[in-house]
């Protein structure tokens, strides 16, 4: 391992973008954050690279104590590197997607984008309690900023909805985390992983944390925030808030709600069924009848958010990892699709679904990444999504059959409105000259969704590149989630054959 | 003379305030510019009188102010705030006719008078510090005479003023009566003596009364938008930081030091007041259009938080308020700064938020700093007003007042609304008429320097202000 600070260069690699894009006019601001962002992801890589999956729990652990109760203390586990690099990958094609679409305010844009990535990044990596919150709650502010000045018609009221909703989720939490420290006179996150709160506390805390990470992942019915943010943020700005910020949630329940509070978590176990049961049906349902194309991927996002806090508090190892790859997977496929609205919108101005019609004539190669992306979204064997999603459904149907067959009726749901929209949009006939006369996609933007495509297909083929840095960090979390996890009603007996433990072992 | 060197802050301010003033007699309006400097010299002067041991060494005058580290901290976040108000002033007044050397005396003299409330011990020495820092401030509220708005400021605040310091000295009667004496140990010694009997409670409830009207907390907080919108700018800004900060820590000595023994007596009206004076704050903010009044709404939302730490009682809570009131005062100075720079193209005043409308596009840096006042008032990380707000909740936490901290930090969302709109106005509203460019060197850098300390780069200065604030309010126990 190098001595170079890599998990501060990666918060302050595009910190300094940031402030450098405020002192150049627009085209050198796009390039200063593109190479920003590029040499973010080179870094992210070089760290998984290095990473050594049998290695310490913590790596690339720095820490340096600011006195009064806050430490700069940053560290990685298999999950966050994992999340990190997502991040890191994303952001470049944010700046590409905002190449054009962008016109006014350059600068100060990219500013706001590098400034979020920075306090992304931190919010992954960071080991203490304090500085996690700081990091985590500072990325409202450019994200405000950017629906706020960028976004569409009704932009003012969907960038104070995000702000308030999210603030609200996360004051709740600070009292929480106040409460931990105190209790557990640490700040440190990996101590009070390992930490065991009083039973009546845990239902306490885990309220506290539920508030925060359910506004943030979403979870109904506190998703109404999203679809509004959505819909009003420019492309890039939804790809960001799809594909990373709505991971912070379902983050926050690995590294925070599940193994600092087992009882809490298993006490409150129905109450996540449930209520993940409802946004599955319910939204998936709300998704079918929605006329605006960059409405129904939000509402699909809530739907497949789902997906990770069933997988997530079914408490075992196929839930867990399927839950991880569930938020990977998706924050590259909403991502796309999101930039796949962008496109079609940058040229037409109008994301109504009826506007559209036939573009697989006029568009083809649009019409090709589009149909993957569907199919990822769908869970289409060979592609991210699946594996996520089988891998969730098995967890889940381990803790609880019931909780597995609502569950499932969202694979079904999900091929309905993505496979109708995809008609709508690529087949049937040229309703519209102007639809129909659109160009085909230009190498920029063969350049964002190729990276994305490619990504989705390996982690389709060969998920165990992804899941080999976290299998170790699972166990962990197994090991701690023990005594709580639910022993289910399906009734599975182990074969004497290769279990999941073998087969982990074989790599 | 040894038993004065402890006082030589301030018989520097006394002495001097007095000369300046004799200048300023003999000089009139010529002499308006050198007074106000020397009057920041003095203060200035009187701040590194703090630095040394004679200053914090112990009771003064048997007991009747004491000499210690929570009175010198006081003092020293007090000093430079009121030298910032007259250095504001500076540039303010310049188009008025009206200015004149007396603004910078009067200041001078209202320090004098705060200093005796922080170090205050006895019951008579809180009052004389109360009643000189108020004299001064009825004056300068009222110091543009032929402003109507600022003639009604000064006379409200005079009327409502004095019938708080009426049932101030209500309250210290009674504590006198019913103890005997006017010092804060012998008080504390009298309430320690079992129960205290009614007497003893009314006076204490009229004495936090009057303390809360200083304090402008809820409900005695009436006066605090019509004297903040009427006043002069400048002045303002310094009823905002400085003696809003004294008051707070007079009551915070007077709770801790007077009360302590009757503290479940007194608790729970700071808790009433600091929760009321959060969500009023907040709340009452939402329809203002005038951004001085937007922000002495936001005052009384800061002294909520700030009291929720009194609340919590114990060093710890004295400590976090210690912090609170050092970065209230830099946030709220900056803000006022930049309302003070806000002026039409002829060079006077503007007052309106919807003036700030696209700021951000035609002036990026002044945008700038007023939106991290702004987010760092509302306390959202990363910016350092965040820190305060997370000591005083820490403190409540850990006394084990967790429903307090969670009903005002639930007051922080409300009041956040109000922050962000303006922010909104200036970042993503269309450009309105540009305001003039102010040239003023010193303002601009003072700006500045409160835009570095409350922006992220604040958390180094964690370590050793909060080993300052530690040591100051253990100085009370």
């Given at each position: 391992m190098s001595g170079l600070p890599l998990l501060s260069l990666l918060i302050v690699v595009p910190l300094l973008a940031g402030v450098l894009c405020l002192f150049v006019k627009a085209p050198g601001a796009r390039w200063i954050a593109l190479v920003g962002t590029l040499i973010d992801f080179a870094i992210s890589l070089y760290i998984w690279a290095q990473y050594d999956p049998d290695g310490a729990q913590w790596q690339f652990v720095e820490k340096m104590p600011l006195e009064g109760g806050v430490n700069w203390a940053l560290g990685i586990d298999g999950i966050a590197l994992m999340l990190i690099v997502l991040t890191a990958f994303l952001m470049p094609i944010c700046i590409g997607a905002s190449w054009r679409a962008i016109e006014k305010r350059v600068p100060e844009y990219m500013a706001y984008f590098m400034l979020m990535e920075a306090l992304i990044m931190g919010s992954f990596a960071a080991q203490d309690l304090f500085l996690f919150y700081i990091f985590f709650e500072g990325g409202l502010i450019p994200m405000y900023f950017i629906i706020g000045i960028w976004g569409g018609a009704e932009r003012i009221k969907a960038s104070y909805k995000f702000f308030l909703y999210t603030l609200f989720g996360s004051v709740l939490m600070l009292i929480a985390m106040l409460y931990m420290a105190d209790k557990a006179g640490t700040t440190s996150i990996p101590a009070l992983m390992a930490f065991d709160f009083p039973k009546e506390a845990q239902t306490f805390l885990f309220l506290a944390f539920l508030a925060s990470f359910a506004v943030k992942l979403p979870m109904w019915p506190v998703h109404t925030w999203l679809p509004d943010a959505h819909v009003q943020a420019p492309t890039a700005g939804s790809v960001i808030l799809a594909g990373v910020l709505l991971k912070l949630g379902g983050y926050g329940f690995i590294r925070f709600s599940l193994p600092m509070f087992p009882d809490g978590s298993l006490q409150f176990l129905p109450l996540m069924f449930v209520l993940s049961g409802i946004a599955v049906v319910y939204t998936s349902l709300v998704a079918l009848v929605q006329r605006d194309m960059k409405k129904l991927v939000a509402y699909s996002s809530v739907a497949h958010m789902a997906f990770v806090t069933f997988g997530l508090f079914a408490m075992n190892r196929q839930g867990i990892e399927g839950a991880m790859l569930v938020m990977l997977g998706h924050g590259l496929v909403s991502g796309a699709l999101f930039l796949c609205v962008g496109v079609v919108y940058d040229r037409l101005h109008t994301r109504e679904i009826d506007r559209y019609g036939g573009l697989s004539d006029n568009m083809p190669g649009y019409a090709l990444l589009f149909m993957i992306f569907t199919m990822a979204s769908v869970g289409l064997p060979a592609t991210s999504n699946f594996v996520g999603e089988f891998l969730s459904l098995v967890g889940t149907y381990r803790a609880s059959s019931w909780a597995a067959i609502v569950a499932t009726t969202g694979i079904i749901l999900g091929a309905a409105y993505m496979l109708w929209l995809y008609w709508r949009i690529c087949f049937g006939t040229q309703r519209n000259a102007d639809a129909a006369a659109m160009p085909d996609l230009s190498m920029r933007e063969w350049w964002l969704l190729g990276p994305i495509a490619l990504a989705v297909f390996w982690m389709g083929i060969y998920p165990e590149s992804f899941l080999r840095p976290m299998r170790n960090d699972v166990g962990r979390l197994m090991v701690r989630l023990e005594r709580v996890a639910p022993a289910g009603d399906s009734r599975l007996t182990l074969g004497k054959g290769a279990t999941h433990m073998d087969h982990g072992a074989m790599h | 003379m040894g038993r004065f060197a402890p006082l030589l802050p301030e018989l520097i301010l006394s002495i001097g305030g007095t000369i300046l003033m004799m200048v300023a007699a003999f000089t009139g309006r010529r002499g308006s510019g050198t007074v106000s400097w020397l009057a920041v010299v003095l203060l200035l002067a009187a701040t590194v009188a703090l630095i040394g041991a004679p200053s914090h060494s112990g009771p003064i005058f048997d007991g009747f102010v004491a000499g210690d580290l929570f009175a010198s901290f006081g003092k020293a976040i007090m000093f430079p705030s009121a030298a910032v108000a007259i250095i504001a002033a500076q540039g303010w007044f310049e188009r008025d006719h009206e200015h004149s050397s007396e603004y910078s005396v009067l200041i001078v003299f209202s320090a004098v008078g705060m200093s005796v409330m922080v170090s205050a011990t006895s019951l008579v020495a809180l009052y004389v510090g109360l009643e000189l820092t108020s004299l001064a401030s009825y004056v300068l509220a009222s110091y543009r005479r032929t402003d109507e708005r600022s003639a009604e400021a000064g006379l409200k605040y005079f009327v409502l003023g004095a019938l708080a310091s009426g049932i101030l000295l209500y309250g210290i009667s009674l504590l006198y009566g019913f103890t005997g004496t006017m010092s804060f140990n012998g008080i504390s010694a009298a309430f320690g003596r079992g129960a205290p009997s009614l007497g003893l409670l009314f006076g204490l409830v009229?004495?936090?009364?009057?303390?809360?009207?200083?304090?402008?907390?809820?409900?005695?907080?009436?006066?605090?938008?019509?004297?903040?919108?009427?006043?002069?700018?400048?002045?303002?800004?310094?009823?905002?930081?400085?003696?809003?900060?004294?008051?707070?820590?007079?009551?915070?000595?007077?709770?801790?030091?007077?009360?302590?023994?009757?503290?479940?007596?007194?608790?729970?009206?700071?808790?009433?007041?600091?929760?009321?004076?959060?969500?009023?704050?907040?709340?009452?903010?939402?329809?203002?259009?005038?951004?001085?009044?937007?922000?002495?709404?936001?005052?009384?939302?800061?002294?909520?938080?700030?009291?929720?730490?009194?609340?919590?009682?114990?060093?710890?809570?004295?400590?976090?308020?210690?912090?609170?009131?050092?970065?209230?005062?830099?946030?709220?100075?900056?803000?006022?700064?930049c309302v003070m720079w806000m002026r039409d193209e002829e060079g006077r005043p503007v007052e309106d938020i919807a003036s700030l409308s696209g700021l951000a596009q035609t002036r990026p840096g002044f945008a700038a700093a007023i939106a991290i006042f702004m987010f760092s008032l509302a306390g959202i990380p990363p910016l350092f007003g965040f820190w305060p707000k997370l000591l005083v909740f820490q403190a409540a936490v850990a006394s084990g007042y967790v429903a307090l901290a969670v009903a005002a930090i639930v007051g922080t969302v409300v009041g956040a609304y109000y922050y962000l709109k303006i922010i909104k106005v200036m970042y993503m509203d269309e450009p309105a008429a540009p305001y003039s460019r102010p040239r003023e060197p010193v303002q601009g850098l003072l700006i500045l320097l409160a835009a570095v300390i409350v922006s992220p780069l604040g958390y180094l200065l964690i370590g050793p202000l909060g080993s300052l604030t530690d040591k100051a309010a253990g100085s009370l126990f």
């Open positions: - | 009229f004495v936090l009364a009057g303390l809360a009207f200083k304090a402008s907390a809820v409900p005695f907080h009436m006066w605090t938008p019509d004297v903040y919108e009427g006043a002069p700018t400048p002045v303002t800004a310094f009823f905002a930081s400085a003696p809003k900060a004294a008051a707070v820590l007079l009551a915070t000595r007077l709770c801790l030091e007077a009360l302590g023994p009757a503290t479940d007596a007194w608790r729970q009206i700071v808790i009433f007041a600091a929760l009321a004076s959060v969500f009023l704050g907040a709340i009452a903010a939402y329809g203002q259009t005038n951004i001085k009044r937007l922000l002495a709404y936001s005052s009384i939302n800061n002294v909520g938080f700030a009291l929720t730490g009194l609340a919590a009682g114990g060093a710890r809570g004295a400590s976090a308020v210690l912090f609170y009131m050092t970065v209230y005062i830099i946030m709220t100075l900056g803000a006022f700064l």
